[in-house]
């Protein structure tokens, strides 16, 4: 997060002096970050993508009140977290998370992870579910195929085809939709 506060509070900075390169990278930058913040609480979707731009706009609109002597990365989680407030409020939604953690905004995990794994979990939903708990079992949790058959009481030639069949399933279904 240091290293993310640093490099995007340069930009900011740039960017304020008037620098519009620097402006259009920081925002670049910081829809990776805000994309996957929301996608954390509310999932991926037209909700999300709605707040990180509800975020943008609001930092752009107030980017002159951003002092220079105080971190960036706390100020654009204040912006953010009043915006997904906003969210819930509207929604008569309570919060799972707390709010208040600004490392969750610049988490070091890449937002493509968190992306990624809301894909995998949609893809996973179009399984059997038996099928589903052996792949979600052997490849996500890292059981191995002797530890899933005792757990389902199968045998271990049973998970492997299971899983094969279904990852096999889900390639095919990928490539569709390509």
């Known amino acids: 997060m240091v290293e993310a506060e640093a490099e995007l509070k340069t930009l900011m ?16 930058k910081l829809e990776r970050h805000l994309r996957a913040y929301f996608a954390r609480r509310i999932g991926r979707g037209a909700e999300a993508e709605d707040l990180l731009q509800e975020t943008l706009i609001a930092m752009h609109t107030r980017r002159a009140t951003y002092d220079p002597a105080r971190p960036f990365t706390a100020w654009v989680h204040a912006i953010a977290r009043y915006k997904l407030i906003d969210h819930f409020r509207r929604n008569k939604r309570r919060a799972e998370d707390p709010l ?5 905004v610049f988490a070091a995990e890449d937002a493509n992870a968190a992306e990624a794994g809301l894909d995998v979990e949609r893809l996973l939903d179009r399984l059997p579910e038996k099928t589903r708990r052996l792949i979600r079992d052997t490849k996500l949790e890292g059981l191995s ?20 069949r279904g990852l096999k399933a889900l390639g ?5 939709e390509e």
């Open 13 to 28: 900075v740039r960017s304020l002096g008037g620098d519009a390169a620097a402006y259009g990278e920081l925002l670049r």
């Open 100 to 104: 208040d953690d600004t490392a969750q």
């Open 145 to 164: 195929t002797a530890e899933a058959a005792a757990k389902y009481g199968i045998s271990e030639s049973a998970v492997k085809v299971g899983v094969h």
């Open 172 to 176: 095919a279904r990928v490539g569709d």
